[in-house]
């Protein structure tokens, strides 16, 4: 029989999925099976898990033909679990390493019926913080191995499902099961403590409780809090039916159930103000109507004080006594912002895009109305007319020509622009930055721009990642100074964001956890490579002044952070490995400035303003962890990567996606290496490798992902993705 059952239900946690799976499959820990269940999820989960499934045997996926909700797909789950204990996880957290070894040695030494682990809680920005279970444990030491009325400090730990993990035939002894609704825990929780008879305490840090930003029950205000009644009426139920032992448990139980529902009425995420006094109320009927007999401990201090005045349903002096609480907290916290700004403002007095008189003038402008016909385009920190944005702006123009599209440019690039634009730092900038209807960047505006009632944001991104982005950059060396806070109020004004493949999404939620539209349509500036032809590669190599004939290799590298540098690379030889009509384009990173010597076989193509015409001119892409090969993949041509840092890249940038164990095309790691393979027309490579690529990263781009856009942004249809 295995050991462990870890049952994972998932529903619209495509962005945390991975990293759960990850956590508990990289262990190197065999005794485990995972029953991961896909509740319906309208989102990839589902795909996720099968991607999973068929590479590790030890995950078995069930889908489930309807949304049951997170209760019944545990059950299910745990219909399927063969172990001899269960662990319920939730999808969107993650184990900590070590964790299942150490929780299997504890399960084999000790037996229990329920193995408490200690957990950490983790936010979007920063470290983990250790639970207080540690600190509340030693408060009141007791025996390890016993009940909850021999340790009653049990009972206050947690009521999460997921820092338990029991033995499967004390479940089924019980029958114990999840009910249906929020707050699913406390029906389960506190009749399996009540009846077990063997609890065990592991003090070790087992289990990552992510605090989402979006999308958790525990900060979104909603009447539903109150199924917390709910769920309390039916533990009540449970442990009732444990006969004499009932008796023993109920004034710990009681206790617990009092200082829980008091919680939740004085959370300002969870309840709305008008449904306060009506909570405080139902807790108070709750008070009365499960008293033990024989009292309650009540506990001292505050907590003592708001339980005697919920016995007494006294909610005028409750929500006095909560009101100056929080008055005085909020004082505190402002007093703590004065201070912070202070050195903010004086930084700020002087002239530019970024100063006071220029912000002055924008703020004036938002105070206007917005211009319903104008919209705003840039691209890569305002260097020009280029990728996503552009092609989303030529085929705005055609769709919506009732649209004014302008962009925003430098100052040293507005010579070398054609199409309507302003200079940034202009008051035209700062005016349309405030008044366009439509926002349009495929990076971030800067701080001081903010998304207004009436704009729409939309965020097109400028690649697949590979390199972490957004929040997951903090944990490596290459983001150790970025301002994540800065960022993600930058990104809580995003309406929208464009996603070229699945995986994109996936990324995207997780690295930027904030409340946009997904819009699954392919690259929009991928349409021209997808709907090319013969006729329009020999175009673009007409336009570069490049011979039908000539074998062209464009080498197109990433950007290194410090202190790495750019790997070596002779482009000389790289044509003398071709042949005499050997070609080599160089096209360096636009945040470095790599350059490369010309000759008769090499051109440096950094200053080209279109690289698509590079792609459709050359044979063979040589690049790295460049979001290059996916744009390049749509030609379904050769791709070489060429990864001599890997290892230091990986640890100084940190990466999302392995595209060494997953590449379109042959991987070397010496520039040897890649010249033996194109001299000897080994460019190619296994044609299974990048079909595969193909299918994962570019089955939407079918040459319409700009118009699929356009409708949905500019002209408010519904979303059709692919």
Not at 363 to 372: A, C, G, I
Request: aromatic letters at 10%; glycine letters at 8%; hydrophobic letters at 40%.
């Amino acid at each position: 029989m295995t050991l462990l059952s870890v049952v994972l239900p998932a529903y619209r946690v495509q962005g945390y999925l991975r990293e759960c799976l990850d956590s508990i499959l990289d262990q190197g820990f065999d005794d485990v099976e995972v029953i991961a269940v896909d509740d319906r999820s309208p989102d990839h989960c589902g795909a996720i898990l099968d991607e999973y499934a068929a590479r590790d045997p030890r995950v078995t996926v069930l889908h489930l033909p309807d949304n049951v909700g997170l209760g019944e797909a545990r059950n299910a789950g745990l219909d399927r679990a063969t172990g001899e204990y269960v662990w319920f996880v939730d999808s969107d957290d993650a184990l900590k390493p070590g964790s299942l070894a150490a929780v299997a040695a504890r399960l084999r030494v000790d037996q229990p019926d329920v193995l408490i682990v200690d957990f950490e809680r983790t936010w979007p920005i920063g470290k983990g913080r250790r639970s207080g279970m540690r600190r509340q444990l030693a408060r009141s030491p007791g025996p390890d191995g016993v009940d909850i009325t021999a340790r009653p400090v049990l009972v206050k730990t947690i009521h999460t499902v997921w820092n338990k993990i029991v033995r499967r035939d004390l479940l089924v002894k019980l029958d114990l099961r999840f009910g249906t609704g929020w707050y699913e825990d406390v029906s389960w929780t506190y009749p399996l403590l009540a009846a077990a008879e063997r609890i065990c305490v592991l003090e070790r840090v087992c289990y990552s409780y992510r605090q989402r930003r979006v999308g958790a029950i525990t900060r979104t205000q909603d009447a539903r809090h109150f199924e917390l009644f709910d769920h309390w009426e039916r533990a009540w139920q449970l442990v009732d039916g444990l006969g004499e032992r009932a008796d023993a448990v109920r004034p710990l139980i009681f206790e617990r159930m009092v200082w829980h529902c008091m919680t939740v009425v004085g959370n300002d995420h969870r309840l709305p103000r008008r449904l306060r006094r009506r909570c405080f109320l139902r807790i108070a009927d709750m008070f009365h109507r499960y008293l033990p007999p024989g009292g309650y401990a009540e506990p001292p201090g505050k907590d003592g004080l708001r339980y005697r005045l919920v016995a007494r349903r006294a909610w005028a002096p409750y929500w006095l006594m909560r009101s100056v609480t929080r008055l005085g907290r909020r004082a505190a916290a402002l007093g703590r912002s004065v201070r912070g700004a202070v050195p903010k403002v004086a930084g700020r007095l002087r002239r530019g895009p970024s100063g006071l008189l220029g912000r002055a003038y924008y703020e004036f402008q938002r105070l206007l109305p917005v211009d319903d016909r104008l919209a705003l385009y840039a691209a890569y920190w305002y260097r020009g007319v280029a990728c996503n944005p552009a092609a989303v702006y030529h085929e705005a123009r055609r769709l919506a020509p009732h649209v004014r599209g302008v962009w925003l440019v430098r100052p040293e690039t507005a010579g070398q622009v054609t199409e309507p634009h302003l200079v940034d730092g202009s008051r035209a900038a700062f005016r349309a930055l405030a008044r366009a209807r439509w926002l349009v960047n495929n990076v971030n505006f800067p701080n001081y721009v903010r998304r207004r009632r009436g704009q729409v944001y939309l965020q097109t991104h400028h690649g697949t990642p590979v390199k972490t982005m957004g929040l997951d950059q903090q944990y490596f060396p290459a983001g150790a100074d970025l301002d994540y806070a800065a960022m993600l109020r930058r990104c809580d004004a995003w309406d929208f964001s464009v996603s070229a493949n699945p995986f994109s999404t996936q990324m995207w939620e997780r690295s930027y956890p904030c409340r946009f539209e997904a819009l699954e349509t392919g690259y929009p500036r991928n349409d021209r490579l997808a709907l090319a032809g013969a006729e329009q590669a020999a175009a673009a190599r007409a336009a570069l002044g490049i011979a039908a004939d000539r074998i062209v290799v464009l080498y197109a590298p990433t950007f290194r952070p410090e202190p790495m540098a750019l790997p070596v690379f002779d482009p000389q030889r790289v044509a003398d490995a071709l042949g005499p009509r050997g070609l080599v384009l160089v096209r360096g990173h636009y945040l470095t400035d790599d350059r490369f010597p010309a000759g008769e076989q090499v051109r440096d193509v950094f200053d080209h303003p279109v690289v698509e015409d590079l792609y459709l001119a050359a044979d063979v892409l040589v690049s790295d962890y460049s979001s290059a090969i996916f744009d390049f993949a749509v030609l379904d041509r050769p791709i070489v990567l060429y990864t001599p840092d890997w290892a230091e890249y990986r640890r100084q940038r940190g990466v999302v996606l392995d595209v060494v164990a997953q590449p379109p095309g042959p991987v070397v790691r010496g520039f040897d290496e890649l010249v033996a393979l194109l001299r000897d027309g080994g460019q190619a490579g296994d044609a299974a490798l990048r079909r595969a690529f193909r299918e994962r990263f570019c089955a939407w781009e079918d040459g319409h992902a700009a118009e699929r856009v356009v409708r949905r942004v500019f002209l408010g249809e519904p979303a059709n993705t692919r």
